[in-house]
């Protein structure tokens, strides 16, 4: 990716009126920028990283806001160019005035508008953080729980790229060894023997293996689990999300059908989000009369079919319907089921989780709040979850692909060197090709267009 330097501008604080407000620029010379935005100090210019109280200007003079005036020299700020930034008060008027301004008086050095995760992307090309670390900006902004915000600021510290950083050393290491000899070919004889290179290989895998648990773990706290809850009218699905969720978001009602659209609710259990879609008395599109209605049955089924597990409640004190029968027969094979019997308060049943072939059932009263914690523990069980006490690192989808096809690598390296010394060749080759996928982890050799999709995904002023 080429570096832009061209001066930056945004808003980074987010929309809408706060205490104060925060203009940030980012380029290679901010000067006329500062000295026609900012009153300077008699001495004409801001000693960097101190704040500075002072007015910020029109053209004419006139006062557009007073704050505090900060600025960073190259390359000891976030974005490793000159920063600064302006402090104002924080409304979406006075910020829009003095962003307007600092364009205004930018013209001459070509500043523009910063584009969604600019600031950060221009961190990672200028080597202020590797790319694991910038995506742990951007999830540390978004984490939806205190653990996921936990690990994400674990992440954009440095932790998982070190340990990343590691696995590629030792594979580095190896590496050498093995081409060392294929450099040689008269010492290729008794090689996998005389080297540790089988013992050097296990321990790698070893910890790549650990890696790898930390990392989903980390990524179910990103991502959290996709819930279906389905069930006829009335059964109890909104008794039940309200109880799970300890608020009244749902529309409780004793009058069949009141959900008509989907909700998603996302609650937490151990900190990990759990995101619960209600569906709306899940029926057959074809049988659906109007539009509206029949679009929004398809789209419940396309949540059906993309869950991690669908929850189909039941009235225990009624038993199965024939509607029942039939969504039954319409769920995904792939997705697994936990039938939820409500309302054992009138059936007389005791609570407890019971596992059939083809689901398991558990037992509860959601308006009695009886069973919930067989249900709570249930979802952990189906996530995946693990209490290790271990630190996790928020990774992404991609990381666990890039950690996956690594491990692929070093498998297959690992059948070769059980075999014999005439596939040194092919051993070599499998061991760069899983230190190139660990080294997209932390962006080293990674495509424009990766970086693009990555950094788009930002907000605005990042
Ligand atoms: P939904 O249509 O599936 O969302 O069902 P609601 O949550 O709106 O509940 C329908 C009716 O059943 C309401 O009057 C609830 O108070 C009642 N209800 C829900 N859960 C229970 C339960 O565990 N026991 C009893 N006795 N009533 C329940
Ligand atoms: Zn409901």
Same mark, same amino acid.
């Given at each position: 990716?080429?570096?832009?330097?061209?001066?930056?501008?945004?808003?980074?604080?987010?929309?809408?009126?706060?205490?104060?407000?925060?203009?940030?620029?980012?380029?290679?010379?901010?000067?006329?920028?500062?000295?026609?935005?900012?009153?300077?100090?008699?001495?004409?210019?801001?000693?960097?990283?101190?704040?500075?109280?002072?007015?910020?200007?029109?053209?004419?003079?006139?006062?557009?806001?007073?704050?505090?005036?900060?600025?960073?020299?190259?390359?000891?700020?976030?974005?490793?160019?000159?920063?600064?930034?302006?402090?104002?008060?924080?409304?979406?008027?006075?910020?829009?005035?003095?962003?307007?301004?600092?364009?205004?008086?930018?013209?001459?050095?070509?500043?523009?508008?910063?584009?969604?995760?600019?600031?950060?992307?221009?961190?990672?090309?200028?080597?202020?953080?590797?790319?694991?670390?910038?995506?742990?900006?951007?999830?540390?902004?978004?984490?939806?729980?205190?653990?996921?915000?936990?690990?994400?600021?674990?992440?954009?510290?440095?932790?998982?790229?070190?340990?990343?950083?590691?696995?590629?050393?030792?594979?580095?290491?190896?590496?050498?060894?093995?081409?060392?000899?294929?450099?040689?070919?008269?010492?290729?004889?008794?090689?996998?023997?005389?080297?540790?290179?089988?013992?050097?290989?296990?321990?790698?895998?070893?910890?790549?293996?650990?890696?790898?648990?930390?990392?989903?773990?980390?990524?179910?706290?990103?991502?959290?689990?996709?819930?279906?809850?389905?069930?006829?009218?009335?059964?109890?699905?909104?008794?039940?999300?309200?109880?799970?969720?300890?608020?009244?978001?749902?529309?409780?009602?004793?009058?069949?059908?009141?959900?008509?659209?989907?909700?998603?609710?996302?609650?937490?259990?151990?900190?990990?989000?759990?995101?619960?879609? @209600?569906? &709306?008395?899940?029926?057959? %599109?074809? *049988?659906?009369?109007?539009?509206? !209605? /029949?679009?929004?049955?398809?789209?419940?089924?396309?949540?059906?079919?993309?869950?991690?597990?669908?929850?189909?409640?039941?009235?225990?004190?009624?038993?199965?319907?024939?509607?029942?029968?039939?969504?039954?027969?319409?769920?995904?094979?792939?997705?697994?089921?936990?039938?939820?019997?409500?309302?054992?308060?009138?059936?007389?049943?005791?609570?407890?989780?019971?596992?059939?072939?083809?689901?398991?059932?558990?037992?509860?009263?959601?308006?009695?709040?009886?069973?919930?914690?067989?249900?709570?523990?249930?979802?952990?069980?189906?996530?995946?979850?693990?209490?290790?006490?271990?630190?996790?690192?928020?990774?992404?989808?991609?990381?666990?692909?890039?950690?996956?096809?690594?491990?692929?690598?070093?498998?297959?390296?690992?059948?070769?060197?059980?075999?014999? @010394?005439? &596939?040194?060749?092919?051993? %070599?080759? *499998?061991?760069?090709?899983?230190? !190139? /996928?660990?080294?997209?982890?932390?962006?080293?050799?990674?495509?424009?267009?990766?970086?693009?999709?990555?950094?788009?995904?930002?907000?605005?002023?990042?």
């Amino acid at each position: 990716m080429n570096i832009d330097s061209t001066p930056i501008v945004a808003i980074a604080t987010a929309p809408g009126r706060g205490g104060i407000g925060v203009v940030r620029l980012s380029g290679k010379d901010l000067a006329p920028v500062m000295a026609a935005v900012c009153r300077l100090p008699a001495s004409g210019n801001l000693q960097p990283r101190h704040a500075t109280y002072l007015d910020f200007v029109q053209a004419d003079g006139t006062v557009i806001d007073q704050g505090l005036a900060i600025y960073f020299k190259a390359p000891h700020s976030y974005t490793g160019e000159e920063v600064l930034e302006l402090q104002g008060h924080g409304g979406p008027v006075v910020l829009q005035m003095l962003l307007a301004r600092c364009l205004e008086a930018g013209q001459s050095i070509g500043l523009r508008l910063a584009q969604p995760g600019e600031f950060t992307q221009r961190a990672f090309l200028n080597d202020k953080l590797d790319l694991a670390q910038a995506e742990a900006v951007a999830d540390l902004i978004e984490a939806s729980t205190e653990a996921a915000a936990k690990s994400a600021s674990q992440s954009l510290s440095g932790a998982f790229s070190k340990v990343i950083r590691e696995l590629v050393d030792k594979v580095i290491h190896l590496r050498m060894l093995v081409e060392a000899t294929l450099d040689f070919p008269e010492e290729e004889i008794d090689f996998l023997e005389k080297s540790d290179a089988r013992g050097q290989l296990s321990r790698i895998r070893e910890s790549l293996e650990r890696v790898f648990a930390q990392a989903a773990q980390g990524a179910l706290l990103r991502e959290g689990l996709n819930v279906v809850l389905a069930g006829q009218p009335n059964v109890g699905k909104s008794s039940l999300l309200n109880a799970l969720a300890g608020s009244d978001v749902a529309i409780v009602t004793a009058i069949a059908g009141t959900t008509r659209d989907r909700v998603t609710e996302t609650i937490q259990i151990e900190g990990i989000p759990i995101n619960i879609i @209600d569906t &709306a008395g899940i029926r057959d %599109a074809i *049988e659906a009369s109007d539009e509206v !209605e /029949r679009i929004g049955i398809e789209r419940t089924w396309s949540a059906v079919r993309e869950a991690d597990v669908i929850l189909h409640m039941l009235d225990a004190s009624r038993g199965p319907t024939r509607a029942d029968e039939d969504i039954v027969g319409r769920f995904p094979e792939t997705v697994p089921v936990i039938r939820l019997w409500n309302k054992i308060d009138l059936s007389g049943h005791q609570p407890g989780v019971e596992r059939s072939t083809d689901a398991t059932h558990i037992y509860l009263s959601a308006t009695d709040h009886v069973g919930l914690e067989l249900l709570r523990s249930e979802l952990l069980r189906i996530a995946g979850w693990q209490q290790t006490g271990e630190s996790l690192y928020l990774a992404r989808e991609r990381h666990l692909a890039a950690l996956k096809s690594a491990r692929n690598h070093l498998e297959m390296a690992a059948e070769l060197a059980a075999q014999s @010394d005439q &596939a040194l060749d092919l051993f %070599a080759e *499998e061991l760069r090709l899983a230190q !190139e /996928r660990l080294n997209s982890i932390t962006g080293e050799f990674t495509s424009d267009d990766l970086l693009g999709v990555i950094f788009s995904r930002f907000c605005i002023g990042k």
